[in-house]
């Protein structure tokens, strides 16, 4: 008879596991034990990844489903609370990520984690009430597979998400029970086309429509009938880019520069975002219907969701833009001219808009050091390379600079910092045959505990480069007797390779031996130092007439319409 151990193993490859991120530890040893047995008899089995820090493991397999897809699995050796695990499972929740996290518990662990010494463990655990969909408590009943079945079932349905299941080390070595079936999601109804019909009718009534995408390119597919909606409607497109929603040379995108064009919307469509308050561009215009189109459109665990959307229709984009776009060219017979001469106009404003990209990154002023760099890095990285970005809001040059194909660009809105080193080695993981490039601010890269992701890359055959854009922060004059930290010593400290640059003309070498670097099995860090405070202002919306209305007009959206 198999242990519970050895089930798991087998339910794991049978759910599509293709690794396993594991933060070994003597509550994970009998998972570990069947996993090596499962490799020497021969039998289907997820690869283990040993990480040493629990924040890696859930970055990873965050990082992981983003560019293989598929559902993950993360294994941590006691629960730790609201320390740095619960972070990183906020981002990966946020960012609706399939992933089952094991915890392995003890009855010594919970004394010291329930807040209430000597009560009983909760049958869903702290950890996770307020962050994943789902959890369950093993520790003294339920079986082993067919909550495991339960927990990727969950984790998988739309909106997917992450589900914890707490499972002490003696369960594992318990006999499994009764074999277990797959339980495949459910899946999401056919859009609501009554829905689908009022926001056409207010997308092709509107003078100024305008499209907010966030995950759309998470379906490749979709890249295109989000260009075909943009094109018909003659609609900018702001770009949140957590994927490559729409190409960065589309000549409608805005990228993340279009703030005139936000400011005189009148009909806003928001694709699969988390906020319509695009933190460079500021709140909704007030005068604009807001119209939503995503698999979560109440944002249950977004407590600041409180915008005004006048139509949310619950559907995944991928099959619900089709059927938008043959209802508005119903709507569109006889204004085909009025949205040519729109489209022609919003071209031009666009054009002029990358011409100013290009002028950034081809001029040597210092705030620019960041589009030149990037620019020249677009230009000097293969076409294959995968880039997974973690910069803060201010630093936009990734959005201005980058043009990757679809499903080579990742990013998260992520709430803890230190998520892309992690991502990084996922994504290097689920396509070894890809370079892997990180790109972060040095606030990102310490947060990401360099040592302990580049142990795991090393160890795991997952070298990846990471190009920080360093403002500084860590070379700051401190006020305490402190040492100083710098981001090419953290990294040559982590056991990777470092080159510290000040100008965009030696990008080209450095990535150049920093590859050859990552394809001889080491990590490998460009240390871009830029002038500090590089990071553009944030925007503050002004108090002036636009749209014909003043701020704080009384004029409602209907009579707009």
């Keep these: 008879m198999r242990t519970a151990a050895e089930e798991l193993v087998a339910i794991l490859s049978d759910e599509g596991v293709s ?75 946020r ?11 003890s009855a010594e662990c919970r004394t010291l984690l329930t807040p209430l010494a000597g ?26 597979g067919t909550l495991t079945r339960r927990a990727f079932q969950i984790a998988r349905t739309p909106p997917a998400g992450l589900t914890h299941l707490a499972l002490p080390v003696d369960r594992l070595r318990q006999p499994a029970g009764f074999a277990s079936r797959r339980l495949p999601p459910p899946r999401l109804p056919a859009p609501d086309i009554a829905a689908l ?37 003659g609609a900018p497109v702001i770009d949140v880019r957590n994927h490559v929603n729409l190409p960065r040379s589309h000549p409608l995108n805005a990228g993340l520069d279009g703030r005139e064009l936000f400011d005189r919307a009148d009909a806003v469509l928001l694709l699969d975002v988390e906020t319509p308050c695009v933190p460079v561009l500021g709140p909704p215009p007030a005068q604009a219907w807001l119209l939503q189109i995503d698999t979560d459109c109440l944002k249950a665990d977004v407590p600041g969701w409180t915008y005004p959307i006048e139509v949310a229709v619950t559907a995944d984009t991928q099959s619900a833009l089709p059927p938008l776009l043959a209802l508005l060219n119903n709507r569109l017979g006889g204004r085909h001219r009025r949205l040519h001469d729109r489209r022609k106009r919003v071209e031009k404003e666009l054009r002029a808009l990358r011409e100013s990209w ?57 709430q803890s910092p230190g998520w892309a080193l992690g991502a990084a080695l996922g994504a290097r993981l689920a396509r070894p045959s890809q370079p892997v490039v990180a790109i972060c601010d040095e606030t990102a890269f310490v947060a990401g505990l360099p040592t302990a992701a580049f142990w795991s890359a090393h160890r ?59 394809r001889d099995g080491d990590c490998a860090v460009l240390d871009v130092q830029l002038p500090v405070g590089a990071a553009e202002e944030p925007y503050v919306r002004p108090n002036r007439r636009r749209a014909g209305l003043t701020t704080g007009s009384t004029v409602t959206k209907r009579q707009l319409a």
Excluded at 201 to 216: C, H, N, Y
Excluded at 361 to 377: F, I, K, N, Q, Y
Aim: glycine fraction near 10%; proline fraction near 7%.
């Design 358 to 414: 290009r002028d950034r990154a081809a001029g040597g002023a210092p705030a620019d050091r960041s589009d030149a760099v990037l620019a020249e890095l677009q230009r000097c990285l293969p076409e294959d390379a995968v880039i997974v970005e973690e910069v803060i809001p201010g630093l936009r040059g990734p959005h201005r600079q980058l043009d990757r194909l679809p499903g080579h660009l990742f990013r998260t809105n992520a």
């Design 197 to 233: 019909e009022d926001v056409a009718e207010l997308l092709a009534s509107a003078e100024w429509p305008l499209i907010i995408a966030g995950r759309v390119g998470r379906n490749i597919e979709s890249v295109h009938h989000l260009a075909r909606l943009a094109e018909t409607l």
């Design 460 to 518: 795991g055959g997952a070298p990846f480069l990471t190009v920080v854009l360093d403002q500084g922060r860590l070379r700051a004059p401190r006020p305490t007797r402190e040492p100083q930290l710098d981001v090419a010593s953290v990294a040559r400290d982590s056991g990777a390779e470092a080159i510290v640059i000040d100008r965009a003309r030696a990008v080209a070498e450095a990535v150049e031996r920093l590859l050859a670097t990552t």
């Design 119 to 144: 009560l009983r463990h909760p049958s869903s655990p702290t950890l996770i009430n307020s962050i994943g969909k789902w959890g369950a408590d093993l520790s003294e009943e339920g079986d082993v």
């Design 95 to 105: 960012d609706r990520i399939p992933m089952a996290l094991f915890v392995g518990d």
């Design 19 to 93: 690794h396993l991120f594991v933060n070994p530890g003597m509550y994970t040893a009998p998972l570990r034990q069947a996993l090596g047995e499962a490799g020497a008899k021969g039998v289907p089995h997820p690869e283990a990844v040993l990480c040493v820090h629990e924040h890696i493991a859930v970055c990873a397999a965050h990082g992981h489903h983003l560019a293989g897809g598929g559902p993950q699995a993360v294994m941590v050796h006691v629960e730790s609370g609201e320390l740095s695990l619960s972070g990183a499972v906020k981002n990966a929740q």
